[in-house]
T-cell receptor, first 109, second 116 residues
């Protein structure tokens, strides 16, 4: 089960939108895409998940490509507290989450 | 605060020793997951328990074992420790767990294990 592909790091300015990309070309038709984030010295925290259509919650939006081979996590207005490692995760054949190395998001004031 | 607690927060021990990590899930959650995170790496799934029974196994070494008790807390036992076992160990819980890929997992703060 292949992991997803994400950039190692990204920078963004405070109070601007952030688009975090993820490629998951081997995803199966029934696998969800999950996003978690890990703030420094903390355990991971759920952000959002989706299957086919775009999803919104109070933290972020998730845009899933029509062919489901990629997705983008959108933080609408990044703050310094959003600086974290963001993980785009798919599941394996046992429905367990497969974690890659994630994208380290750096927010510049 | 996710509602998941882990003890101890830090653990320093020597090679060859055995340690036990403890996790209490959120109230009402039936599934517990154990993960290992080595320095600057993503999380590696070790094992899942659902309502007291082992549900799925990942890359868990034979020197490692886990169990979930009737009150749903879980323990991860690591034995014959090696230097390479030094890592952060996270516990997570979810309400269900019959199909983890659709469940939201709530993570504890982790236990940092250092093997000298």
């Amino acid at each position: 089960d292949a992991k997803t592909t994400q950039p190692n790091s990204m920078e963004s300015n405070e109070e601007e939108p952030v688009h975090l990309p993820c490629n998951h070309s081997t995803i199966s038709g029934t696998d969800y895409i999950h996003w978690y984030r890990q703030l420094p010295s903390q355990g991971p925290e759920y952000v959002i998940h989706g299957l086919t259509s775009n999803v919104n919650n109070r933290m972020a939006s998730l845009a899933i490509a029509e062919d489901r081979k990629s997705s983008t996590l959108i933080l609408h207005r990044a703050t310094l507290r959003d600086a974290a490692v963001y993980y785009c995760i798919k599941s394996d054949s046992n429905y367990q989450l497969i974690w890659g190395a994630g994208t380290k998001l750096i927010i510049k004031p | 605060d996710s509602g998941v607690t882990q003890t101890p927060k830090h653990l320093i021990t020597a090679t060859g020793q055995r340690v036990t990590l403890r996790c209490s899930p959120r109230s009402g959650d039936l599934s517990v997951y154990w993960y290992q995170q080595s320095l600057d790496q993503g999380l590696q799934f070790l094992i899942q328990y659902y309502n007291g029974e082992e549900r799925a196994k990942g890359n868990i070494l034979e020197r490692f074992s886990a169990q979930q008790f009737p009150d749903l807390h879980s323990e991860l036992n690591l034995s014959s420790l090696e230097l390479g076992d030094s890592a952060l160990y996270f516990c997570a819980s979810s309400v269900e767990g019959t199909r983890p890929s659709t469940d939201t997992q709530y993570f504890g703060p982790g236990t940092r294990l250092t093997v000298l």
